[in-house]
């Protein structure tokens, strides 16, 4: 999923957890279960330029900003502020990690990246870890489709968040 996306699920389910090292480990798991949903994100073409790694920075910060606002819109205090933050940023941990294990080509997390990469919706064909960042052939309709489940998700995080 976008990490938009994964910030802002990670997010809502840290409010509702209501304490900011459960929402952590919530944040964490809940990423896995997202990725379940039919998604389209940046890594499908992704290529190591400085355009996909500005992308990917604002991807992130579009997320921030997003919680950041309904943070400041609704009363809140500092254990909901941290839920939402923590659960937020370890919504994102798991790609972190699966970054950090390509970039530096960390062969004892092999395993971790092969199986984060299944999770996937789109990825039918296996592809080795290690080679590079592939771009993987996308259509507007995957695309649209990606968008729309994730979308819902979303608006359904938000709403949490909101109330
Ligand atoms: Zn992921």
Redesign the pocket.
């Known amino acids: 999923?976008l990490a938009s996306s994964?910030f802002i699920i990670g997010a809502s389910v840290g409010r509702l957890s209501g304490n900011p090292f459960l929402a952590a480990f919530l944040g964490f798991v809940t990423?896995?279960l997202a990725?379940l949903v039919p998604h389209w994100d940046l890594g499908y073409n992704f290529s190591k330029t400085k355009k996909s790694y500005f992308l990917v920075f604002l991807d992130i910060l579009i997320g921030i900003i997003i919680c950041g606002f309904f943070l400041w819109w609704r009363p809140t205090n500092w254990n909901d502020i941290a839920s939402v933050l923590l659960g937020g940023f370890f919504g994102l941990v798991?790609?972190f990690i699966?970054f950090g294990v390509k970039i530096f080509k960390i062969k004892s997390f092999e395993w971790y990246v092969h199986h984060?990469d299944r999770?996937?919706w789109f990825i039918k064909e296996e592809r080795p870890e290690f080679s590079e960042f592939k771009i993987i052939p996308t259509t507007p309709r995957m695309v649209f489709f990606g968008l729309l489940w994730q979308g819902l998700i979303v608006v359904f995080s938000l709403i949490i968040l909101w109330v």
Do not use: A, E, N, S
């Open positions: 999923m994964h990423h896995f990725d798991p790609d699966g984060h999770l996937h």
